[in-house]
């Protein structure tokens, strides 16, 4: 049986993650970004926003004090994976639904034609959390894409049949951050180890935004 660590991907020569916050780049890709990186090829990642609403205590955390966390932590996160290129979109957190969709559509079309990928990768049209965030970029870089000529494959990040499987079906509702009563929740599809019948549960905070 084949692992998981030898599926069969193609060899990638530039690789262009699309992303609305800092730390989406990290689990949505990273594993990608550095086989990508070990084989010899190049990364660049965008990043919409920088983040500065992601937190329920913002008396605590500032916006422009937790954006400067969240860039310093981005960035050492890309350098823990040999990435190098980065560029910011300048968007404001929770905002992008809000941009008209041609401008943003233009801003990616760009950059698709400075970077020159053979590899995008974004978001898939749910935004994998539901943050509606994410789904915007998800239509962004799919129109894009489109736009461009669909010169490069085009891969929506997913999660794998493990996660899958220990984890539950998450929920089209589903939003991994929210504390609001009646928040969504996940199935766990099968007995857990004690024995317990299935049942459902919290989605756990925090905060994956
Ligand atoms: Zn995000």
Redesign the pocket.
């Known amino acids: 049986m084949m692992s998981t660590d030898t599926v069969l991907v193609p060899r990638i020569e530039t690789l262009l993650g699309i992303?609305?916050?800092p730390?989406?780049e990290a689990y949505m890709s990273a594993g990608l970004m550095a086989r990508v990186r070990q084989t010899g090829g190049r990364v660049v990642v965008v990043t919409a926003t920088r983040?500065e609403n992601?937190t329920e205590d913002p008396q605590g955390c500032p916006p422009e004090l937790l954006a400067q966390v969240r860039e310093r932590e981005m960035h050492a996160s890309l350098d823990a994976v040999g990435v190098r290129e980065h560029i910011w979109l300048g968007h404001h957190d929770g905002e992008l639904a809000q941009i008209p969709r041609a401008q943003g559509v233009a801003q990616v079309v760009e950059i698709l034609r400075r970077v020159h990928p053979d590899t995008v990768v974004t978001f898939g049209p749910e935004g994998m959390?539901s943050?509606q965030?994410?789904q915007t970029m998800s239509q962004w870089v799919t129109d894009a894409w489109l736009c461009t000529g669909s010169r490069s494959a085009l891969w929506y990040a997913t999660v794998s049949p493990e996660f899958h499987d220990s984890s539950g079906v998450l929920r089209s509702d589903a939003s991994w951050s929210s504390t609001e009563p009646g928040a969504p929740t996940t199935e766990k599809p099968r007995l857990n180890r004690s024995g317990q019948r299935a049942r459902r549960r919290k989605v756990p905070n925090p905060p994956?935004?």
Do not use: K, N, P, R
């Open positions: 992303w609305a916050h730390d989406d983040g992601g959390t943050h965030d994410h994956i935004e």
